[in-house]
């Protein structure tokens, strides 16, 4: 126990309040309860209990209103009369004997506390010590002990004249271990007559025995019978006074058993009351007639001469009737009495603003003086005495609930601890009324909103996974209706993947169910592929959380399924575009680095290039020197192309679909594969002699032939192959022709690219064009090879087909619309006709190049100013503007760049014919080169025969572009 746990009867101060009201009555007991923090229905309930905590601040409060050390004695005292405890008074009369009632106290007392034991032992026939000690946890205050005390003392006065005197030799609040008390009372008259009579009889027997002796017989005789006659008068007496007290005794009795008699009438018509009001407030669904039914009742079980509800309305600043009983019509109609100007309706709303009961008896004058508003209600309903309840719940006012008498009959306490019940139990049935209209009005709308709503709406026993509830929305969603659903289970409408996601969902929801700390209106969501009534697969977003009973336990699932197929669609192909973004931010980064790569190589190779050229110069053609100069030019020329290659597969552009010859593709693929392939894959084609030409991308086209043929590489990996290249040509009739439906008949390129290699699965056979589908392990591969080369087929208007078998290789065969065109083979121009005998400005920062630039164009007739500074150019061209005819500037260069270099070039002078030279470059394009007025650009690496070509043209007659 501790101070807060509840161990005190109120009845102790229901006691208090008495004696209060008795001896200092203008003291006001509702501000001593309110400001010590107690209820007025609290302490009238017989059946409350309060705490150590609650009686300490309702003791202090009482000091500091009433200066009176000794109240809790005196309140002690007054047991013997208070009506608060005359359960006290009533349990004592039934004893004959003070003792006996005092030794009752073991058994009277836990009905008063129950954190005290009290034992008693009699002492003497008017003496008896009673022992109290307090459990465990509870802290008595002093003042408890003297009110024990004040009890002791005024049992005593229910039998004698005087309150009985009481030591105290041990005290709890002394340091002892328990309160001692010796208790001694008066004896009682008739007890005492009693013994009166045994003396006097035991004398006469003494004295006739002496007189014997010294008597006659007569004499004796005489004597003795005086002295029984004399012992007889006071035991008569005894008699007749122990007659009286159990007259008393059998009076009080009496009227104990008429008050429990009448006691268990009240009751008897409260439970009939009780049960009635039960069976109409379950049972009403209505609030004027749960209102009409209640006042009906309350008419037929209480003897109430009136009575009437009112509702109260707009939050309480109006009133309106409801029913009545007991009122005369004709003399008084309540509409009339509630409209807007009615004394009775202020005083109505003054009631309600209250929120306490109020009552006013015949016999409060106080009240009738003071024209309080419960007496100026009662007159105005022509009542003596009245009720006023307000039927409160959850602090929301519903109306009064208004009784009385037109009689002088006052209503009591107990009265008004019953009707408080009653109104409460009325109010918070009109409560659940309104509740349930609310809910009735909810229920349509929410019925009105899952009937109407597009997501599906349901509900899901656990333990038989079969729906309880499905909105009708699920038929424009999977295809069932709700009854067909409702005979279906999860897995009959569910993918088996899902089936079991699902599954495990629930079960891990209830696994985790049992911990602590985990909010039980929780939410999951989690996406799944449901099966449509016609067969197709619909992916779906669940969004569910548990139904629980009473104990809180689940017991169904509450969710709602939304349609998520389209953002599905989104979703890949969101992935496919991310995709191709990476891929093209890859191949924009191997550009950058094919590009840096190409301008240093270009550079070795220009200057391989030009030391050869100029070598073959100085010597005889029959110099076995010259022969292998031009091995070193040829292979030269094959590196060259090389490069061309690699820039032409990595460049991103704007595909430019032009006649291609795809012999010449297939060379270039082979020798890039030769390179990069083990020597465990052996290559092989079979092209034709003729030239077949398509139109396509060059670019497009080489990526389509190295994604097949880098596929058939990755299938011989492990143990190596042949792979096998086949070039043809094919005519397509209208019956070939209809086996691929995106072909029309006519002539195509067929292009086969087999291998060797491990095969693929039939069961994958018609996804192998999906994009991300792949068979590799995880960082092998995209899956994005077939699928691009199935968009660049398309694209070119053809078509691709498969075929595979587990362990003997597979077989892609391209078809392409082919073209009848020939290539004119132009001749190239001569060294005798490109000389020319102008004055150059050459700009390169490699020194190598700008050395054999000089030799080139000196052996072709020109001047030479080289630079490997573009600065220091500028600053020459400055000085000296009209002294050169053209400049050659390298594009990539430190400090400036050629194209910038030109634009300063031609502010200086617009006419400087200007030629740029570069191996690779991002910032030069046609376009721009227009733009900045420029007369033409060299590859690097450059052969002096286009260089002395790309001079005559730059340096001819009409080629500027002012």
């Known amino acids: 126990m501790d101070i807060q746990t509840p161990i005190y009867s109120s009845r102790i101060i229901r006691n208090y309040l008495d004696y209060i009201q008795k001896y200092y009555p ?33 003791h202090a409060t009482m000091d500091r209103m009433i200066s009176d050390s000794g109240i809790s004695r005196k309140t002690g005292r007054f047991v013997a009369v208070s009506e608060s405890l005359s359960l006290l008074r009533q349990y004592a009369m039934g004893f004959i004997k003070p003792q006996t009632a005092y030794r009752a106290m073991e058994k009277l007392f836990p009905k008063f506390s129950r954190g005290h034991v009290v034992k008693t032992e009699q002492l003497q026939s008017n003496k008896i010590e009673v022992t109290v000690w307090t459990k465990t946890g509870v802290a008595e205050m002093p003042f408890q002990c003297q009110n024990r005390i004040g009890s002791f003392e005024g049992l005593a006065k229910l039998f004698t004249t005087n309150w009985a005197k009481v030591d105290h030799p041990e005290c709890l609040h002394d340091g002892a271990g328990c309160c001692r008390y010796i208790i ?47 012992a007889l008068l006071p035991y008569t007496y005894s008699a007749y006074l122990e007659k009286n007290e159990l ?40 609030r004027d007639k749960l209102i009409v039914d209640s006042l009906k009742s309350l008419q037929t079980h209480l003897d109430f001469d009136s009575g009437f509800v009112v509702e109260a309305c707009h939050h309480g600043s109006s009133l309106g009737y409801i029913d009545d009983y007991g009122f005369d019509h004709v003399a008084i109609s309540m509409t009339d009495k509630l409209n807007s100007t009615s004394r009775m309706r202020e005083f109505l709303l003054e009631a309600l603003q209250a929120k306490t009961p109020l009552v006013i008896n015949a016999t409060d004058k106080t009240k009738k003086e003071s024209d309080s508003t419960q007496f100026n209600l009662a007159r105005a309903l022509g009542l003596v005495s009245s009720i006023c309840l307000p039927l409160i719940y959850e602090h929301e006012h519903f109306g009064l609930l208004v009784l009385g008498y037109k009689t002088n009959r006052s209503i009591t306490k107990i009265d008004l601890n019953f009707l408080e019940g009653i109104s409460f139990q009325i109010a918070t049935s009109l409560a659940t009324v309104r509740s349930f209209g609310e809910l009735q009005k909810s229920e349509e709308r929410y019925r009105l909103l899952a009937d109407n709503v597009r997501d599906v709406i349901w509900v899901m026993s656990i333990d038989t996974q079969r729906v309880i509830y499905i909105s009708p929305s699920i038929e424009d969603l999977m295809g069932y209706t709700p009854d067909e659903v409702k005979n279906l289970q999860l897995k009959d409408f569910m993918t088996s993947e899902s089936f079991e996601l699902a599954e495990t969902a629930i079960m891990e929801e209830l696994d985790q169910d049992n911990q602590t700390g985990l909010d039980p209106n929780r939410m999951r969501t989690i996406e799944l592929q449901q099966t449509h009534k016609n067969g197709k697969l619909i992916w779906t977003e669940i969004t569910a959380s548990f139904l629980r009973d009473a104990q809180g336990r689940p017991v169904s699932i509450l969710g709602t399924t939304r349609d998520i197929s389209e953002r599905k669609r989104s979703e890949l192909e969101k992935k496919d575009l991310e995709a191709r973004l990476r891929q093209s931010q890859k191949m924009e980064a191997v550009g950058t680095l094919a590009g840096g790569i190409a301008h240093d190589f270009n550079n070795i190779l220009a200057a391989i290039m030009g030391y050869a050229e100029m070598a073959q110069f100085d010597i005889r053609k ?42 010449q593709i297939i060379i270039e693929v082979l020798k890039l594969l030769r390179a ?21 991308d060059s670019t497009q086209f080489h990526q389509m032939l190295m994604n097949l ?25 209208d019956e070939v022709a209809t086996i691929h439906s995106d072909l029309a008949p006519g002539t195509y390129m067929k292009l086969n690219v087999s291998d060797t290699g491990r095969g693929i699965d039939a069961a994958i056979m018609e996804r192998i064009f999906d994009p991300y589908f792949t068979t590799k392990s995880h960082g092998q591969g995209t899956g994005m090879g077939l699928s691009v080369v199935h968009g660049i087929v398309k694209g070119l208007g053809g078509a691709i087909t498969a075929q595979s078998s587990v362990g003997l290789g597979s077989q892609f065969t391209v078809y392409v619309p082919r073209v009848d065109m020939r290539f004119d083979e132009k001749e190239a121009p001569s060294i005798q006709t490109i000389n020319g005998s102008e004055r150059i400005l050459f700009v390169d920062d490699e020194e190598a190049l700008v050395d054999i630039a ?17 600065t220091d150019a500028l600053k020459s061209f400055k000085l000296r503007p009209d002294a050169f005819d053209v400049v050659i500037t390298d594009m990539t260069m430190p400090q400036m760049t050629g194209d910038l270099l030109a634009q300063e070039l031609l502010q200086i002078r617009s006419d400087i014919p200007i030629i740029l030279c570069t191996g690779y470059s991002e910032r030069l394009t046609e376009e721009k080169i227009k733009e900045l007025g420029i007369k033409g650009y060299l590859m690097k690496p450059f052969a002096i025969d286009s260089l002395g070509q790309t001079l005559r043209e730059a340096l001819a007659p009409g080629t500027s572009t002012d």
Not at 28 to 44: C, F, H, M, Q, R
Not at 622 to 650: H, N, T
Request: negative net charge.
């Open 854 to 870: 000089t030799q080139m164009l000196e052996r072709l007739g020109y001047s030479v100013d080289a630079y490997l500074s573009p």
């Open 709 to 733: 043929c880098t596929n058939a590489h990755h299938a011989m990996a492990e143990d190596g192959g042949t792979l096998t290249i086949d070039l043809s040509t094919e005519k397509l009739q």
């Open 676 to 696: 990069s392939l083990p020597s465990t894959i052996e290559i092989r084609n079979s092209l034709p002699n003729e030239e077949i030409v398509i139109i396509a």
């Open 622 to 663: 029959e110099s076995p020197a010259y022969a292998s100069l031009e091995q070193i030019l040829k292979a030269s020329y094959r590196a060259k192309g090389m490069v061309e290659q690699i820039l032409a597969f990595s460049r991103q552009s704007d595909f430019e679909r032009k006649p291609i010859k795809v012999n």
């Open 247 to 286: 007259t008393d005794q059998i009076e009080a009795q009496g009227d104990a058993a008429q008050a429990q008699l009448d006691s268990l009438t009240i009751r008897s018509k409260n439970a009939a009351l009780l049960q009635d009001l039960g069976r109409i407030t379950s049972s009403a669904l209505k």
């Open 184 to 230: 001694t009372w008066e004896k009682l008259r008739a007890h005492t007559w009693k013994r009166i009579s045994a003396f006097l009889f035991i004398a006469s027997l003494l004295i006739t025995g002496l007189a014997a002796f010294h008597l006659t017989a007569f004499a004796g005789v005489i004597v003795a019978l005086a002295g029984i006659l004399m």
């Open 26 to 58: 203008d003291e006001d007991i509702e501000t001593l309860l309110k400001n010590a923090g107690l209820s007025p229905y609290e302490v009238n309930d017989a059946s409350h209990w309060f705490s150590q905590s609650q009686i300490n601040r309702f």
